[in-house]
C-alpha cells in the first residue's frame, strides 16, 4: 500500500473510519481501564491505560517540547498516534493512522513540511513501533515482551545500548542538524558514520579543528540508543560515538 502525506492544506483520500473507530472508543471508555504512571530511563513521564491482557490500550508520553499518545488496537497492534511538538516555538500537531503493516496516513499541521519517501515512513514506523514497545514494557512490567504492545514482532527489537567499538581511520565531520563523525572502517572498508549528541572532550576536540586529524588512525567507542531529536519532532534510534582514542602505528 503507497504511503501518503497529508498536511493540512492537502489531506490524503484514505479510509482511516478503523483506526478513528478505536480512538473513540478508548477515549469513550478511558475511565474503565486500569491506569497506572511511570517514567522511563530518560525520564520521560508515562501514563498508561491499561486493558485486557494487561496490554496498554493507550500510552501517553510527555516530555520537554513533545507530547506523544499511543492507541492500541483490539488486536493489540498500533493503530493511532497523536504527537504535538515545538518547532520554533510554534506548536506542531501529527496524526499518524496505521494498518498491520505501514502508516497509512499522515496529518500535519507543520508549515513547509518536510517531502518523505517510503524508507522515511518506514523509519518512522519502527521508531514508533519501538516506543510504544518500550513504553508498554515499563508500564506493564509484568508481563513477557511480546505482550506489551503486540506490534509487528519484526519491528520491535530493543537493541542493547552497551557500548560498542570500531577502528579505522578518520574522514570527516559532517554538519547539518547534527554533527557525524565519519571514518572508515576497518572491518568493512566502507565508511562509518556516528551522530555526535553527547561526546566527551576527546570527540570535542576533533570536532574544534577537525582537519587536523584527517587520516589518522582511532578507535571509536559508540553505542546504539533511542534518542529524543527535536530537529526530528521525535525519538530515534541512533549509533552516537561517545570517546576516541589513536592508534600510534
Not at 58 to 82: C, H, Q, R
Not at 220 to 242: C, F, H, Y
Request: glycine share 6%.
Amino acid at each position: 500500500m503507497a504511503v501518503c502525506l497529508a498536511v493540512v492544506a492537502s489531506a490524503c483520500a484514505q479510509d482511516t473510519s478503523a483506526q478513528k473507530a478505536v480512538y473513540s472508543q478508548i477515549e469513550k471508555n478511558l475511565d474503565t481501564y486500569k491506569k497506572v504512571k511511570a517514567r522511563d530511563p530518560d525520564g520521560t513521564s508515562l501514563t498508561g491505560w491499561i486493558g485486557q491482557g494487561d496490554i496498554p490500550v493507550k500510552i501517553l508520553a510527555k516530555s520537554p517540547g513533545l507530547l506523544e499518545e499511543y492507541y492500541t488496537g483490539p488486536d493489540g497492534k498500533l493503530a493511532f498516534v497523536y504527537r504535538e511538538w515545538d518547532k520554533g516555538g510554534a506548536k506542531v500537531e501529527e496524526r499518524l493512522y496505521m494498518d498491520a503493516d505501514s502508516i497509512v496516513k499522515w496529518v500535519s499541521t507543520e508549515k513547509n513540511a518536510p517531502v518523505l519517501h517510503g524508507e522515511d515512513y518506514s523509519e518512522m514506523l519502527r521508531a514508533l513501533v519501538k516506543s510504544a514497545v518500550e513504553y508498554s514494557k515499563i508500564l506493564a512490567p509484568e508481563e513477557p515482551p511480546a505482550r506489551g504492545v503486540e506490534i509487528r514482532t519484526e519491528t520491535t527489537e530493543v537493541k542493547s545500548s552497551g557500548q560498542r567499538f570500531t577502528e579505522g581511520k578518520f574522514l570527516r565531520i559532517d554538519e547539518g542538524d547534527y554533527f557525524h563523525w565519519v571514518m572508515e572502517d576497518n572491518a568493512t572498508g566502507e565508511e562509518a558514520s556516528y551522530f555526535i549528541l553527547k561526546p566527551d572532550a576527546s570527540v570535542e576536540a576533533v570536532v574544534s579543528d577537525p582537519e587536523k586529524f584527517v587520516g589518522k588512525k582511532c578507535r571509536v567507542t559508540w553505542k546504539e540508543s533511542t534518542e529524543l531529536l527535536p530537529e526530528a519532532g521525535q525519538k530515534m534510534d541512533v549509533q552516537q560515538i561517545l570517546s576516541v582514542s589513536w592508534i600510534n602505528k
